[in-house]
């Protein structure tokens, strides 16, 4: 995981990522198994920060795979201060934000009201860096097939039961088939501390929901949108906060690279 210089040079925020792409015979993780690699990314940038004050809250990362050899996980931190995050700049999060908010129409702040700097704006920006023709919506999608009509004599209504069956049986399989095509995308932090308990008490680190804009330690309806609703814009495979998080996962052959995320990026990191 490595500090990105650009952003912090575009708008003065602290964002930290990696890309890691795996080997041709490396695994699909599970969604445990994504969740324990997030964690990992988390605990290795907090040994590099310096300053708590600066220090991005979550970690987010997704897997996709874009063709048989072609498969990465892509790792992004919030973004601490700063300007404007990530996702107002790059245009597959913005596209998402845009899409969003005419559900965020009747709040007070029809916007993001993380200003879009969260872990998954960070990873949407990183996908259309390192897959622009591969949008995360257009991802697993399968096209409804038309059937013949059902024929009316008894053998062929048997007939008919019998390939409705058939074509239920495929119809999952495909369904199944879409879920692993899309892109599959978890956040990671420490677990909150709850009213009253002294700061910094927890250590323990759980997966989170995708935001829902609202601001923190208020359970108040939010005044503005959230990364709950982008989500279902850009068709994430969202891994559920319940997910146990793995003990281990082998990632086998890889190679880790920095792609920068501001507009004016250099490869120095």
Aim: with cysteine; charged share 30%; proline share 7%.
């Amino acid at each position: 995981m490595q500090k990105d210089k650009s952003v912090q040079k575009q708008s003065g925020g602290t964002l930290y990522s990696s890309v890691i792409k795996l080997g041709p015979h490396s695994k699909r993780p599970k969604k445990g198994e994504l969740a324990k690699v997030a964690v990992e990314a988390h605990k290795q940038w907090k040994g590099k920060h310096v300053g708590n004050n600066r220090a991005p809250g979550v970690t987010t990362a997704e897997y996709f795979r874009a063709g048989k050899d072609d498969h990465k996980i892509l790792i992004s931190t919030s973004e601490k201060l700063g300007s404007e995050g990530v996702g107002k700049q790059q245009e597959q999060p913005k596209h998402y934000l845009e899409q969003s908010r005419p559900k965020w129409r009747n709040r007070k702040n029809p916007d993001h009201g993380h200003e879009a700097k969260c872990g998954e704006m960070g990873v949407m920006a990183l996908h259309g860096k390192c897959f622009p023709e591969k949008w995360p919506h257009d991802q697993g999608v399968t096209k409804q097939r038309k059937h013949k009509p059902k024929p009316q004599t008894k053998a062929g209504k048997r007939l008919s039961k019998k390939f409705k069956k058939q074509r239920t049986q495929k119809a999952k399989k495909e369904r199944a088939r879409a879920r692993k095509e899309k892109p599959m995308m978890v956040t990671v932090g420490l677990k909150g501390k709850k009213k009253g308990e002294q700061k910094g008490k927890h250590k323990e680190m759980i997966v989170h929901p995708p935001c829902t804009g609202a601001k923190p330690n208020t359970n108040n309806a939010p005044d503005s949108g959230g990364c709950n609703t982008v989500v279902r814009h850009s068709k994430h495979n969202i891994v559920h906060p319940t997910t146990p998080i793995a003990d281990s996962f082998d990632l086998g052959q890889f190679e880790t690279s920095h792609v920068p995320l501001g507009n004016e990026a250099s490869n120095d990191g």
